[in-house]
């Protein structure tokens, strides 16, 4: 194939209208986007002989959170933990992505409904694209500030503990503590919106074999 006929198709591919089901599966993944909005996205848990219930951070799109008895905030005690160790506390005004994450989210909203009414392969990729794109920077600025939250420790704190990482996904043993991080609801809400948006693509990309075949 040369260069122009590469082109050719590629260009032909682009202009693909999307069928009617793509733009239904692509409303469906705006439906299935809003709670990313309302959950967690992710959710940790701290579970030691002290406390055997466990403590729970829930990290919004837009705030931390974490659970909360009667008797006890658990993010205010797992502050008082940190504090112990050296570690810095966890203030909602150091996380500039509860700035930007809630705008993204509504971009993408606004951009995959742009998509469904103009009808173009075009626009939809461009909203797959971005999305791949924020994913994968959320989720390494993610790992970064665990890794900096733990490797950034006070020299002069009365529990002294080897710098680590807290887990990305998993389970961890720190110190006396099993610390559970793992996917929340606004994660899940992230996954089926990727996932319909692919699957929007994929059946209008059904035509792009005999267009490219006719451009040939």
Do not use: C
């Not at 203030?91 to 998509?115: C, H, K, M, N, Q």
């Amino acid at each position: 194939m040369t260069v122009k006929n590469f082109l050719v198709s590629e260009t032909t591919f682009f202009e693909l209208p999307l069928s009617l089901k793509s733009r239904i599966l692509i409303l469906v993944a705006v439906v299935a986007l809003l709670p990313a909005y309302f959950f967690p996205l992710w959710n940790m848990s701290f579970f030691s002989n002290q406390y055997t219930d466990g403590l729970v951070l829930h990290i919004y799109s837009y705030q931390l959170e974490g659970g909360k008895t009667p008797n006890r905030d658990d993010l205010r005690e797992i502050n008082s933990l940190n504090h112990y160790i050296g570690m810095r506390p966890l203030l909602e005004s150091d996380f500039s992505e509860f700035t930007w994450v809630p705008l993204v989210v509504g971009l993408l909203i606004i951009l995959a409904l742009r998509a469904m009414v103009l009808g173009k392969m075009s626009n939809l990729v461009d909203v797959f694209v971005l999305f791949v794109y924020f994913g994968a920077f959320s989720m390494l600025s993610f790992y970064h500030r665990l890794y900096m939250y733990g490797h950034n420790l006070d020299p002069t704190a009365s529990i002294k503990v080897q710098p680590f990482t807290p887990p990305f996904f998993g389970s961890k043993q720190i110190a006396n503590f099993t610390v559970n991080s793992f996917p929340a609801v606004g994660s899940y809400a992230f996954f089926a919106f990727a996932i319909l948006l692919l699957l929007a693509i994929l059946l209008s990309a059904k035509r792009a074999k005999p267009a490219k075949q006719a451009a040939a």
